[in-house]
């Protein structure tokens, strides 16, 4: 991108979600997670310029289902960076061995939905973020398969990010770091959510990354 990104699009599942409403109040519709926290510190610092901060996670998503909704929930917004986070739904439908977890669609999905964002809007900036897990609640009992397939999805996401030339955030190093000072739990409540710690952490490493990147918004 050659000028500055104003309308951010954070996309993903409950951890992007994070409770937000689904209307026009500016107190609620960026959730409060880590898009609100990267959205207001982004807003009040660039306060003259005014970016636009839009959050369409929806809990529960997997890859396919945000394929599924591009089109109303990206497209339709214009942005001019869109962040990323999706696959631990995923995983947890293979985990779970429920009917929706029978095909392993994120591999497919990812790249459908990257490779119409290039076509739709190939000025836009991407940022892809690393799914994560610790081993606290509902990853302890199949810890290994979980960490197998995380793993694995870790990986894809960076061989996308390297593919379609977005910026790559990774979290996992992070949030591994961080059991060093607190137990997994008190970052990522049941191994997987976020706490209000553990997005701030999120937040952090967003802003870290993505500043200091060709998509740095200022």
């Known amino acids: ?6 309308v951010i699009l954070f996309q993903g599942d409950s951890i992007t979600d994070g409770g937000r409403s689904r209307n026009d109040d500016p107190n609620h519709f960026l959730g409060h997670g880590y898009a609100y926290l990267i959205s207001s510190r982004l807003g009040a610092e660039l306060a003259e310029k005014q970016p636009t901060f839009y959050n369409r996670g929806v809990s529960g998503d997997r890859a396919s ?3 599924a909704r591009w089109n109303e929930d990206t497209f339709s917004l214009k942005p001019e960076l869109i962040s990323i986070l999706i696959g631990v739904n995923d995983a947890w439908r293979i985990m ?8 392993d669609r994120l591999g497919r999905a990812y790249r459908h939905l990257l490779e119409e964002t290039q ?30 397939k995380i793993s694995q999805y870790q990986r894809l996401v960076r061989e996308l990010a390297d593919e379609f030339g977005a910026v790559f955030v990774p979290l996992q190093d992070v949030l591994n770091q961080a059991t060093e000072k ?20 999120i937040a952090r490493q967003w802003l870290s990354v993505v500043q200091d990147s060709k998509l740095k918004i200022q």
């Open 65 to 67: 289902d945000l394929y």
């Open 1 to 6: 991108m050659s000028t500055s990104p104003s």
């Open 119 to 148: 076509e739709v809007l190939p000025n836009t900036g991407l940022v892809l973020m690393e799914p994560f897990i610790l081993k606290t609640g509902a990853t302890v009992d199949k810890w290994d398969a979980w960490q197998e």
């Open 96 to 103: 779970n061995n429920e009917p929706s977890g029978v095909t």
């Open 182 to 201: 607190a137990e997994a739990s008190f970052w990522l409540w049941d191994g997987v959510h976020p706490t209000a710690a553990g997005h701030e952490l």
